[in-house]
T-cell receptor
Framework: DQQVKQNSPSLSVQEGRISILNCDYT??????FLWYKKYPAEGPTFLIS?????DKNEDGRFTVFLNKSAKHLSLHIVPSQPGDSAVYFC???????????????FGTGTLLAVQP | DGGITQSPKYLFRKEGQNVTLSCEQN?????MYWYRQDPGQGLRLIYY???????QKGDIAEGYSVSREKKESFPLTVTSAQKNPTAFYLC????????????FGQGTRLTVV
């Protein structure tokens, strides 16, 4: 049973527009969430994270929103750039582990394509 | 430059053979991890090590073995007991403790022929 779900395998967006990547989770005990970005033939790199005590975290063009009641988080990229084209993984960590890597549950990823 | 290096990038193995994937890091991280990625699935944790000479099973450890004799190195052996070894394998490291991002290598694609 997939505890972290990214229901959109792919997303295509025009350059300059907003990209919204979604992630749903089923375990209400998750309390720390991360987004990783992966280019082809490279390993994932950390992008942004959020703790369940917050509902928003912003870092430059990237903002993550957390809706605990809906068990939903989203990553907004504004404005989108062609270099953002990659696979984006969300990951969640159970409570009490502070987002420890060995406790992360990863989603299946969403392939974002930003068209020039 | 500091980083994490996996080798080889592509690996072919005959059925029934053991094969070892290399992972080296010079980030001075205490913790290291091995993940497996299959099409349509998220990353799944195979093994992790939080300190030299100690390691723990992850969610899918069967058919795999690891060692952690040095802080910098965490090799993964895919044994003949692993029923579906063809996959993309990722190694990662992090500062031991929570709320710290993991740094990933470029991965090794293993194909059983």
């Amino acid at each position: 049973d997939q505890q972290v779900k990214q229901n959109s395998p792919s997303l295509s967006v025009q350059e300059g527009r907003i990209s919204i990547l979604n992630c749903d989770y089923t375990n209400s005990m998750f309390d720390y969430f991360l987004w990783y970005k992966k280019y082809p033939a490279e390993g994932p790199t950390f992008l942004i994270s959020i703790s369940s005590i917050k509902d928003k975290n912003e870092d430059g063009r990237f903002t993550v929103f957390l809706n605990k009641s809906a068990k939903h988080l989203s990553l907004h990229i504004v404005p989108s750039q062609p270099g953002d084209s990659a696979v984006y993984f969300c990951a969640a960590s159970p409570a009490g582990y502070g987002g420890a890597t060995n406790k992360l549950i990863f989603g299946t990823g969403t392939l974002l394509a930003v068209q020039p | 430059d500091g980083g994490i290096t996996q080798s080889p990038k592509y690996l072919f193995r005959k059925e029934g053979q053991n094969v070892t994937l290399s992972c080296e890091q010079n980030l001075n991280h205490d913790a290291m991890y091995w993940y497996r990625q299959d099409p349509g699935q998220g990353l799944r944790l195979i093994y992790y090590s939080q300190i030299v000479n100690d390691f723990q099973k992850g969610d899918i450890a069967e058919g795999y073995s690891v060692s952690r004799e040095k802080k910098e190195s965490f090799p993964l052996t895919v044994t003949s007991a692993q029923k579906n070894p063809t996959a993309f394998y990722l190694c990662a490291s992090s500062i031991y403790g929570g709320n710290t991002e993991a740094f990933f290598g470029q991965g090794t694609r293993l194909t059983v022929v």
